[in-house]
């Protein structure tokens, strides 16, 4: 009998990582507030429930995908008059929440759980929506050895790459780490890239050249931000899906957090986070929903400003 899997949260990310799961033969029963969310997932294979309480029944794991940290704790710790999943979730079950969240949000639903007698981990991941539909994401995972040996089946139906950081939260830690410095070379690729142009250059032959030298980095090498070098890569799709910025964003506010509980001096990804805030704002139009990559775009509208 195919194990049931509950998976609540269907966005872009969410939506290919369940679809995957019912290609690996996996049983999910998928709750979304998104009537298209429903359709696409329902379309995928999952069967729909009418609230995220329903799709727990008799689930063997349960994976989340959800925006951010106080969404997390209200659905599995409940708000004041409202008690959340944990207090109906089977205690057989294993929770999984893959959201980008704050280590300490991990950590406060990780003891409730606990209390409830439900296993816990946390496992965001890395790779973005492409990978989410191909099923090639990388998952960094905080948690028990024994829960950690409990989710990797679950886990390898949707990435390919899966780590234990530590203890519960340590997933969430190595996410913002990793997507902070994606950050940083995202914006130092841009600025390279920029210059070179704004020197002459063919940004494609630049890019050949970096990416054999020792600036090579992976947002030189799959992500190019420069339109038409790479024609697969969201630069080339007028920066149309893919990870936006506003998520990065979000990442990076949570990189100045835990920066700040750590008392950690991080220079440099301050600086990245204020180069996409200044981006976010460079125009008229809000940029936040372009991908990340269009950081280029503010460097080139920086030259042309000058």
Known sequence: MAKKVAFIGLGNMGSGMAANLVKNGFDVCAFDLSPAAQDRAKQDGCTIADTAASATVDADYVVSMLPNGSIVESIYIGTEGKEGLLSIIPKTALVIDCSTIAPQNSRNVGAKATEAGIKFIDAPVSGGVASAAAGTLAFMVGGLESNFALAKDVLAAMGANIFRAGDVGAG?????????????????????????????????????????????????????????????????????????????????????????????????????????????????????????????????QSANDA
């Open 172 to 300: 969430q830690t190595a996410k913002i780490c990793n997507n902070m410095l994606l950050a940083i070379h995202m914006t130092g690729t841009a600025e390279a890239l920029q210059l070179g142009v704004d020197n002459g250059l063919d940004p494609a032959v630049l890019s050949e050249i970096m990416i054999k030298s020792s600036g090579c980095n992976w947002s030189l090498e799959k992500y190019n931000p420069m339109p038409g070098v790479m024609p697969t890569a969201p630069a080339s799709n007028d920066y149309q899906g893919g990870f936006m910025v506003d998520l990065m964003l979000k990442d990076l506010g949570l990189a100045m957090e835990a920066s700040l509980n750590s008392k950690s001096s991080i220079p440099m990804g301050a600086a990245a986070r204020n180069l996409y805030n200044l981006h976010k704002n460079a125009s008229t139009e809000d940029q936040g929903g372009k991908d990340f990559s269009s950081i280029q775009q503010f460097y080139g």
